[in-house]
């Protein structure tokens, strides 16, 4: 372990010869002390027991082995009745920590014995120095007893009250995550439960469905090149909740002991108070931070959260917790003032800047501008800094009694970490057959383990095992084909980054497609509850119908099977050419009860028809030839490549074929759609959605506005899209 933190120093230039030793000292809990502490510096501003010593610095082994000392303080302590045992076991643990020192029970009591009968008055005492050594108790001031003793109890119990009000941040947290957890589980095992209560349905019109403000929840606003995504209303109001507490907690008993001897003025105790306390919340909230970060977060099988609800979350409890750390570091730089330079000589000084500066270079490179551009710069650097981030704060905090709060930062970390690893051994590494369709699409079919089991509607992380790409790993939602058994099938949209880069690695090979070994870390993700309402609507746009064609296909067997509920089917694409790549999913459906709905945005695109044409020839894999049916080249064959007729011809052809599916050309009204959706239902309804950011905050806006209804109808809204990044 000292190892792995002296490497991430050495990141920084740290000399290693001034990290401390790993001592993972205890952690001290002052409660008992505090009189031993108040009384230690009372008695060493009174008189002196070992010689280079001073209030302010004390060698402890000498004072504690001292009989003047123990005697003065056993004194002290016998004010306001203080010698009692748990007071004797205060001063015992003192001893024990401090100076290293083994005192009893029966050498205290013998101790206030002597006191009472040796106690010296130094003002009788002619030509008293208390800067020399003396070996005798001194009589101390009742009132300056009491004085220290507050001043102690405010400054010592300020770190024990640090982590109480640590512990709240948890119980904040405790108290989201149970009420989180019965509102969902209750919505999934009890559906019909507050079905058209009126104050439940305002609450999620108004609270839990909504954006914070407007419709852009998932789609990314913009302040010039700063990107950044919206929590949505009730989010937001979890986390106003969180800032409440942590300004509260940060404000409370801070206030002065006037004459205080420890700290001496009002802004010195104050700043001291609050930067002590910044720091130790700050530890404090270390797992916190890490466990949201996880995608085997046991948090969102409890509450049935997304993944990027946590993700959110974790944003921006680090957001605070850094906040935290920066009060910490100024306000010792300022307390420190001409002392700072020679502070900086200890090796925790070191680490702690260490652990700050890669907190904040965290931040920076977290942004979503950056993350979207440079994916690959951004998880390596993420790592690299984490673990420095781990390291330091472990080093600055190991002599101070806090670095078992790290503990569990480092469980969290490496159980996700072991559960992802177990998850791709156990899927194995296939060889996945990748072909590159219509210039816009990447489609992944993948041969399945014998222990995968399909969620509706869930998603995986995929690595492209491949020299460029083997160490990242991206999300993508997947559908079980309908053309070969034990495969799972995902369409990736052509972007930035990795499907960047298969694209142009397809483009240059033979027929646009290769075998490539994957990993896949899955599933993740859960079906919604949309199995409960009368009416289930999925409305997917571009490359977000894997996942919802998915949990559509499962439901319409169950409602075709057992029940009479009605599941609809609405796909938005831009052009024609989109049904190249799904359209044996969409002949599939010909046997279901599913209404399948497409809208092509663009249907008059120049592009729509190429890859019925030119391609169909291309194509490496067998199941793509399927789709391009012997009537459809026939037909076509009298015309020439990208003619009106010949286009028409294709299209015609293409709508016989899928006669199942309804063809709508123009973009969907979506206020509409919800509206009528929610009129001709039964009882209930709900609605899935899954494509662009702009489209899925369009469908959560119209339902929520739905919610509450002239037929006093359940209205459910899910959502299987994700953003994070």
């Known amino acids: 372990m000292k190892l792995f933190l002296l490497l991430a120093l050495a990141f920084v230039g740290a000399n290693a010869s001034n990290v401390p030793e790993i001592k993972n000292l205890e952690f001290i809990h002052y409660s008992n002390m505090k009189p031993s502490y108040a009384c230690n510096l009372q008695v060493n501003n009174a008189a002196t027991y070992c010689a280079g010593t001073s209030a302010f610095n004390t060698n402890y082994t000498c004072l504690c082995s001292s009989p003047g000392w ?37 050498q205290l009591q013998d101790a206030y014995t002597s006191y009472v009968d040796n106690a010296v008055n130094t003002s009788t005492v002619d030509g008293y120095n208390k800067t020399e050594v ?87 606003r913009s302040l010039s090149f700063i990107e950044f995504l919206v929590p949505s209303r009730i989010e937001s109001l979890v986390l106003a909740g969180f800032l409440a507490l942590m300004i509260v907690l940060l404000s409370v008993n801070t206030g002065y002991i006037p004459g205080d001897p420890v700290l001496f003025s009002s802004g010195a105790a104050r700043l001291r108070y609050v930067v002590d306390r910044c720091g130790i919340i700050a530890t404090m909230m270390m797992p916190l931070v890490f466990l949201f970060a996880g995608r085997n977060n046991f948090l969102q099988w409890v509450t049935r959260w997304q ?32 002392f700072y330079s020679s502070a900086l000589q200890e090796g925790y000084m070191k680490a702690g800047i260490v652990a700050a500066v ?68 156990m899927f194995g590494f296939p060889l996945a057959d990748v072909t590159l369709i219509s210039d816009e699409t990447v489609k992944v079919s993948i041969p399945t383990s014998n222990y995968w089991t399909s969620i509706p509607g869930g998603h995986a992380f995929i690595h492209f095992l491949r020299p460029s790409s083997f160490w990242q790993s991206h999300p993508f939602t997947f559908t079980d084909s309908v053309v070969e058994d034990r495969h799972i099938v995902c369409f990736c949209k052509v972007k930035g980054g990795l499907t960047s880069s298969l694209y142009k690695y397809l483009s240059d090979r033979p027929g646009r497609c290769a075998r490539i070994r994957v990993g896949v870390e899955g599933p993740y993700g859960e079906p919604t509850g949309a199995k409960f309402a009368d009416t289930a609507v999925f409305i997917a746009g571009g490359n977000g119908i894997p996942g919802i064609y998915n949990e559509v296909t499962k439901l319409g ?55 019925y044409h030119d391609k169909s020839s291309e194509k490496c894999d067998s199941s793509m030839k399927e789709k391009y049916t012997h009537y459809i080249q026939t037909e076509v064959s009298d015309f020439g490549p990208g003619s009106s007729d010949s286009d028409s011809v294709v299209l015609s052809a293409v709508k016989r074929d899928l006669s199942n599916v309804h063809f709508r050309e123009g973009r969907p009204d979506i206020q509409e759609i919800v509206a009528i959706e929610v009129d001709e239902c039964q009882k209930s309804v709900a609605f899935v959605a899954c494509g662009h ?29 994700q953003v994070w990044a």
């Open 134 to 220: 003396i070996d005798y108790p001194v009589l101390l001031s009742q009132y300056e007893t009491q004085l220290y003793r507050d001043a102690y109890d405010k400054y010592l119990g300020n770190y024990d009250d640090s982590l109480y009000y640590g512990a709240g941040i948890y119980g904040y947290w405790l108290l989201m995550f149970v009420v989180g957890s019965i509102v969902s589980w209750s919505r999934y095992l009890f559906p019909g439960l507050f079905t058209s209560n009126g104050f439940i349905n305002g609450i999620r019109r108004n609270i839990t469905l909504p954006a914070l403000v407007g419709r852009a929840k998932t789609n990314a």
């Open 693 to 721: 950011p702009i489209m899925v905050d369009d469908i959560r806006y119209a339902v929520a506005r739905n919610v509450t209804n002239a037929g006093n109808k359940r209205v459910d809204y899910y959502e299987q899209l």
């Open 307 to 338: 993944y990027s609800r946590f993700v959110t979350f974790h944003r921006w409890t680090s957001r605070v917790m850094y906040c935290l750390i920066i009060i910490h570091a100024s306000g010792y730089t300022k307390e420190l003032g001409n």
């Open 557 to 611: 067997k169950r409602s075709y099977d057992y029940s009479h509920q009605v599941v609809k089917l609405i796909w938005v694409i831009r052009e024609y050419k989109s049904l190249v790549w799904f359209y044996d999913e969409l002949k599939a459906l010909k046997d279901s009860n599913i209404e399948t709905t497409v809208y092509i945005t663009k249907p008059d695109s120049a592009a729509n028809f190429d890859d």
């Open 70 to 106: 123990v005697e003065s303080v056993m004194g002290c302590l016998s004010y306001d009745n203080k010698n009692t045992t748990t007071y004797l076991d205060g001063l015992i643990r003192y001893c024990k920590i401090q100076g290293g020192v083994e005192l009893t029970i029966p």
């Open 358 to 425: 890669s907190g904040g270079v965290m931040l920076m490179q977290g942004f979503l501008y950056l993350k979207r551009r440079w994916y690959e710069v951004f998880l390596i650097g993420h790592i690299v800094l984490a673990i420095m981030w781990v390291a330091g704060a472990w080093i600055h905090v190991q002599d101070l009694g806090y670095v078992y709060f790290l503990y569990p930062v480092l469980a969290v970390w490496f159980f996700d970490r072991f559960v992802r690893v177990i998850r791709l051994l």
